[in-house]
């Protein structure tokens, strides 16, 4: 099973508290809808109160400039089913690469935590503005467990969620494939992964994930193997501006939609 504990911590929180905080930051200036999804300028949040109604939590947040060759942490959230989004596990409940110093958690907004996010460090050494090619991640070798967990994961359908500078962005683990002259299906894991990204003046705008179809392997077939993760990233300029970065978030506001364009780009 991909589940833990840790998903099923309950945060409580007091209605009265977060209704001021949501005034708090209404009265704070914001005036756009479009400032008010982002994750990088204010992201709104939902989440269950112990009372059992709803709240949207606004929380703000500064731009963040980088210098050139800088460093950018990128944060892995959780794994899913694609056709069920409500239902979520840990990244790492999935074997992936995980970094060399051990995982460290990142500390949550309210917003966040609401939300049920648990953002944790990952392997990707991503530089601002400096592409990347055929980076290695790791060389990991898979037990039969691993690979039955990876199996499971591509044959559900799963996707994973990350965070680059606060922007998500979705991806799928694997693909299946069924035989024409027979029911059977196929399981390929995806190893290698395409970030584009995009900047304005010194602030990361855009992030976007594909898979590369020709790099895959077969897991079929549950038994040990040695796999090779790697990743490239790409840079380009934009003239969409910090202000308007989560722009393209608000036009499609559920999780299929976002994956149904990723799908349809590899």
Known sequence: SLQD???????KHDAEAVVAVCQRRSQSGLSSW???????SCHIRKGLLTILISALVIVGCDAREFKQGQSIPVYANRVGPYHNPTETYQFYNLPFCQPSGGKEYKLLDLGEVLEGDRLVNTPYDMKF???????????????QKDVQAFRDAVKGDYYFQMYLDDLPVWGFIGKVEKRESSKDERYFLFTH?????????NNVIEVDVSSDPLRTVDITSASEMEVEF????????????FEHRMDRYARYSFLKEHLEIHWFSI
């Open 193 to 201: 992964f395409h970030y584009d990204l995009s900047y304005n003046k």
């Open 34 to 40: 479009s400032a008010m999804l982002a994750r990088g």
């Open 230 to 241: 790697s990743y490239s990233v790409k840079w380009r300029e934009t003239k969409v501006t």
């Open 5 to 11: 504990n840790d998903d099923h911590i309950l945060y």
């Open 129 to 143: 503005r400096e592409d990347r090619d055929n980076q290695v991640l790791c060389k990991k070798k898979l037990s």
